[in-house]
């Protein structure tokens, strides 16, 4: 638990130091190798518009992001943050906030719900922090569209 805290802890202070990094991360793509397997990242976001009685409707963004390869994913893999960027807007989800549910071994879907002052006519980046062993690594998906749901 406190190592979760830790790394979430470096995640924050690594989004608020350096441009530098900050374009380093931003700049890696939807693929990682580990330990010899291609792990690759596919994002789904939306607002969900659907009327409900004596709720106000707010800019609530739902998150599934799935985390995918041919063979099994390492048991040691761990999900620490999510990062999203729309223009110079840059938000950041801990992994306090985090789902993670496992569809198979092959497949794993972290989801959120995260209250967003994005704009759903303008799509997204988004990059997740995950470590295994002492390594973290970020895959992005960039150009990510937001649905919406009614």
């Known amino acids: 638990m406190k190592s979760r805290v830790m790394m979430a802890l470096g995640v ?14 931003w700049a890696q793509d939807n693929q990682i190798v580990i330990s010899g397997q291609t ?4 994002s789904n976001l939306w607002l969900n518009k659907m009327p409900t009685i004596g709720e ?3 800019q609530t963004l739902h998150g599934a992001l799935y985390l995918e390869s ?15 960027k729309q223009g110079d807007e840059t938000w950041l989800i801990d992994g306090e906030q ?6 198979d071994e092959n497949q794993w879907e972290v989801a959120f719900v995260w209250q ?7 799509p997204v980046d988004i990059a997740i922090s995950v470590d295994h062993g ?7 998906e960039k150009e990510v569209l937001i649905d919406t749901v009614y």
């Open 116 to 122: 967003l002052a994005v704009d759903p006519e303008q």
């Open 12 to 25: 924050v202070l690594l989004a608020g130091c350096s441009s530098h990094s900050s374009t380093q991360q």
């Open 134 to 140: 002492d390594k973290q690594e970020w895959l992005v």
């Open 70 to 84: 041919q063979q099994t994913l390492p048991a040691e893999l761990g999900v620490n943050a999510i990062m999203i």
């Open 56 to 58: 106000v409707q707010d």
């Open 39 to 42: 792990i690759e990242l596919k």
């Open 98 to 103: 985090l789902d993670l549910r496992t569809h």
